[in-house]
């Protein structure tokens, strides 16, 4: 029950089919990590989870605490306790970041229910503190102009203030200096705990030296093709993802 | 992603109901000479108030629909099947436990007397074609304030009213300026005296409550020397089955120095057609200032100009259309430069929501033999659905070689990964959309009085609610 459960699942965008039956448990309280070449559907994956319109699920299951999530809306499935860090997250112009997460945790709230400014605000200092976030990023429009890691800083303070049971990172360190790199996985790991349960996904391995996974599963063509222990993550940096690439099995090129 | 069912219905709840009428005085349905006497009768108007409708309504016959450039829409209007004035007296009463219960309860459920006791100076409200509520302040009215409806104004203070009433906006200056001339009634009259500067805004409020009427307001307002002055304005009717007229007058003068500042909410019901002729002369270091919100009306053709006629001069319009189904918001601004060193401001949003269109007209006039003149204008276009419209129509003429001129434009959509984005954040496709529109519109609306910020918010959520299923 308690676990992100995905099994057999398959994904089509238009015509081409990007997940050929992919399954993965990850239960609360673990880290699994995914790894995969470019165009293996990783980001793809991600964003089934959450819900993309684009995609269309043709088979397979997903359960969130033993719930099929499938058939949810995208904010149905953020309110039960999914989250998804964007590998490009969207700017929304006019909008500050203050008045944008203060919607988001309000959406979280029983109905009637209004949120206590003070409070909201001195959590919201607290983990902008420890992703050291000027305070002046509250009145900033939402990834408005923002760099590459301030985006990225930014969605996981959003991780930090919305604490899902679930979290998918998606590519979280693209875009990272070593200095950023350290600041994002220390705001990661602080969220580490029994009752959540997070997916990494990531080209390299260099992310998985800070936030250390208990699982390593490695993606390729649609498909988990292996898993083990943390050590896979090393292997795979000395070795590439050369030998898993089945050539000639599948026609098409997948998109990630 | 569009509902069947309107998104103003929703929206429009606020202002969607109406009592049984209780008129005493009624014109008639259709305008001819005797209409225009029927009203000069009973309002007991001066004579040369009489010759005046009765030369308006011969040019407003000779005036042909401005069709060969606006909407063909106008085309549905049709005169002869509306009410030109409907009443149940003609003096307004200066406490709100006389107003009769029906008109104040209708208030009442619109938060008028509410407001005035929260932060207004004075409040007018018109029902229909003639105030029944007038009341200023004391402490406003003892600083030589005059807060009157047009009626009053043009017979109490000839001297004033007559020296300005028509000379910012002529006649002749399109059809419907000519017919308002023609069958004018309630509105505004306000004077500040010099110096004096008005803390707390003034308010008009005008309710349509009958179906087949017109309703057609004159308001003048003068701000003597170095004065300063906020006048805010708020319209609703409930949504009847046919078309209904507005068709409004406004001439604001601000004399040297002086601060003049025009606010409108404009939510009238889905079948009203809003055409209105705004303008105001700016004299020697002198402002004014329109702020112009659209959210209501089938059609809505209204263009705030400023002439800057003194040194020195400013004109701004900041203004935000929403367009919706079945809506067309043909807005726009008119800044006439007549003096050196005049500096004008146009900030216009728009956006649009299903089939609805957002049309903006500018008009900037800088000519050759004037110096450091400059204007800007901004305007940005937002568009909700594939169906929806915009179109941009500026009109810039700057002349002369010491002026400058500044014009930008841009048209976004609200993208679908975003609106994703934010339901990853857990709001629903309404609120996302409701968000990334109040962002779109946020750096006018803080602007704007604090009150009308957050009327506008509101409005622009329940407009999104309706907009996406």
């Keep these: 029950m308690n676990k992100l459960s995905i099994s057999n699942l398959r994904v089509v965008i238009g015509e081409q089919e990007i997940i050929?039956?992919?399954?993965?448990?990850?239960?609360?309280?673990?880290?699994?990590?995914?790894?995969?070449?470019?165009?293996?559907?990783?980001?793809?994956?991600?964003?089934?989870?959450?819900?993309?319109?684009?995609?269309?699920?043709?088979?397979?299951?997903?359960?969130?605490?033993?719930?099929?999530?499938?058939?949810?809306?995208?904010?149905?499935?953020?309110?039960?306790?999914?989250?998804?860090?964007?590998?490009?997250?969207?700017?929304?112009?006019?909008?500050?970041?203050?008045?944008f997460l203060r919607a988001a945790v309000q959406a979280r709230l029983p109905e009637g229910e209004e949120l206590e400014a003070t409070d909201y605000y001195a959590r919201l200092y607290e983990k902008m503190d420890l992703l050291e976030m000027d305070r002046s990023f509250t009145s900033r429009s939402v990834n408005e102009g923002?760099?590459?890691?301030?985006?990225?800083?930014?969605?996981?303070?959003?991780?930090?203030?919305?604490?899902?049971?679930?979290?998918?990172?998606?590519?979280?360190?693209?875009?990272?200096?070593?200095?950023?790199?350290?600041?994002?996985?220390?705001?990661?790991?602080?969220?580490?705990?029994?009752?959540?349960?997070?997916?990494?996904?990531?080209?390299?391995?260099?992310?998985?030296?800070?936030?250390?996974?208990?699982?390593?599963?490695?993606?390729?063509?649609?498909?988990?093709?292996?898993?083990?222990?943390?050590?896979?993550?090393?292997?795979?940096?000395?070795?590439?993802?050369?030998?898993?690439?089945?050539?000639?099995?599948?026609?098409?090129?997948?998109?990630? | 992603m569009v509902k069947e069912v309107s998104p103003l219905e929703i929206e429009r709840n606020v202002g969607n109901f109406a009592y049984p009428e209780t008129h005493t005085h009624d014109a008639g349905v259709g305008l001819t000479e005797k209409t225009i006497h029927y009203i000069s009768d009973i309002k007991d108007d001066p004579d040369w108030v009489r010759e005046f409708r009765l030369n308006a309504y011969k040019t407003f016959l000779s005036k042909p629909m401005p069709t060969h450039w606006a909407s063909r829409d106008l085309e549905a209007i049709v005169f002869d099947n509306i009410?030109?004035?409907?009443?149940?007296?003609?003096?307004?009463?200066?406490?709100?436990?006389?107003?009769?219960?029906?008109?104040?309860?209708?208030?009442?459920?619109?938060?008028?007397?509410?407001?005035?006791?929260?932060?207004?100076?004075?409040?007018?409200?018109?029902?229909?074609?003639?105030?029944?509520?007038?009341?200023?302040?004391?402490?406003?009215?003892?600083?030589?304030?005059?807060?009157?409806g047009s009626a009053e104004g043009l017979k109490n203070h000839p001297e004033i009213f007559r020296k300005w009433f028509g000379k910012v906006i002529p006649t002749g200056d399109n059809k419907f300026s000519a017919l308002n001339s023609a069958v004018f009634s309630g509105g505004s009259f306000i004077y500040v005296p010099p110096g004096v500067k008005v803390k707390h805004p003034l308010q008009a409020y005008f309710r349509i409550n009958a179906e087949n009427f017109g309703q057609f307001e004159r308001t003048l307002i003068i701000c003597d020397e170095g004065s300063e002055l906020t006048y805010m304005e708020g319209c609703t009717a409930p949504k009847f089955n046919t078309a209904t007229l507005h068709s409004a007058v406004v001439e604001l003068v601000a004399l040297k120095g002086a601060k003049l500042q025009y606010i409108t909410v404009q939510n009238?019901?889905?079948?009203?057609?809003?055409?209105?002729?705004?303008?105001?002369?700016?004299?020697?270091?002198?402002?004014?200032?329109?702020?112009?919100?659209?959210?209501?009306?089938?059609?809505?053709?209204?263009?705030?100009?400023?002439?800057?006629?003194?040194?020195?001069?400013?004109?701004?319009?900041?203004?935000?259309?929403?367009?919706?189904?079945?809506?067309?918001?043909?807005?726009?601004?008119?800044?006439?430069?007549?003096?050196?060193?005049?500096?004008?401001?146009?900030?216009?949003?728009s956006i649009s929501i299903g089939k609805g269109r957002a049309t903006y007209r500018g008009l900037v006039h800088i000519p050759k033999h004037l110096k450091n003149c400059k204007n800007n204008t901004e305007c940005d276009a937002l568009l909700i659905n594939a169906t929806s419209r915009t179109d941009t129509y500026p009109a810039i003429t700057v002349r002369g070689t010491g002026n400058s001129v500044q014009h930008e434009a841009s048209v976004s959509q609200v993208s679908a990964?975003?609106?994703?984005?934010?339901?990853?954040?857990?709001?629903?496709?309404?609120?996302?959309?409701?968000?990334?529109?109040?962002?779109?519109?946020?750096?006018?609306?803080?602007?704007?009085p604090m009150e009308y910020s957050v009327e506008l918010k509101r409005l622009i959520e329940l407009e999104m609610e309706g907009s996406v299923g």
């Design chain 1, 20 to 99: 050929r039956g992919l399954s993965l448990a990850v239960p609360k309280g673990e880290v699994h990590a995914i790894m995969g070449p470019n165009g293996s559907g990783k980001s793809t994956l991600a964003k089934v989870l959450a819900g993309h319109p684009d995609y269309k699920v043709t088979s397979g299951e997903v359960l969130m605490d033993g719930e099929d999530i499938l058939a949810l809306a995208p904010d149905e499935r953020a309110r039960k306790g999914l989250f998804l860090a964007f590998q490009y997250p969207s700017e929304i112009p006019g909008v500050t970041i203050a008045n």
């Design chain 1, 146 to 256: 923002f760099s590459g890691g301030e985006k990225k800083r930014n969605e996981i303070l959003q991780l930090a203030m919305l604490e899902p049971k679930y979290a998918v990172l998606d590519e979280t360190d693209s875009g990272l200096d070593i200095d950023a790199l350290k600041v994002v996985s220390h705001g990661v790991n602080s969220m580490r705990g029994p009752d959540r349960g997070i997916l990494v996904i990531t080209h390299y391995q260099r992310l998985l030296d800070y936030i250390v996974p208990d699982h390593v599963h490695v993606m390729v063509q649609g498909r988990i093709v292996r898993s083990g222990g943390k050590e896979l993550a090393l292997e795979l940096e000395e070795k590439g993802y050369e030998s898993y690439e089945v050539k000639g099995e599948v026609g098409e090129p997948a998109l990630a």
């Design chain 2, 83 to 148: 009410r030109y004035y409907l009443s149940a007296g003609t003096q307004p009463k200066r406490n709100w436990e006389d107003v009769p219960d029906d008109v104040k309860r209708t208030f009442e459920r619109l938060g008028i007397p509410e407001q005035e006791r929260k932060f207004l100076a004075g409040v007018e409200a018109q029902f229909d074609s003639e105030a029944v509520y007038s009341n200023i302040k004391k402490a406003v009215g003892e600083q030589g304030v005059i807060f009157v």
């Design chain 2, 268 to 349: 009238w019901s889905a079948n009203v057609f809003n055409l209105v002729t705004k303008r105001g002369i700016a004299h020697e270091d002198a402002e004014v200032k329109w702020i112009d919100c659209n959210i209501g009306s089938r059609l809505t053709m209204k263009y705030p100009g400023v002439i800057m006629k003194g040194r020195r001069a400013r004109g701004e319009v900041l203004s935000i259309a929403l367009a919706g189904d079945g809506q067309h918001q043909d807005t726009g601004a008119k800044m006439v430069h007549a003096a050196d060193e005049t500096t004008s401001n146009i900030i216009s949003k």
């Design chain 2, 417 to 448: 990964e975003q609106i994703f984005y934010m339901q990853q954040r857990g709001l629903t496709e309404a609120q996302a959309m409701s968000l990334s529109v109040n962002g779109f519109v946020n750096d006018l609306v803080r602007q704007f």
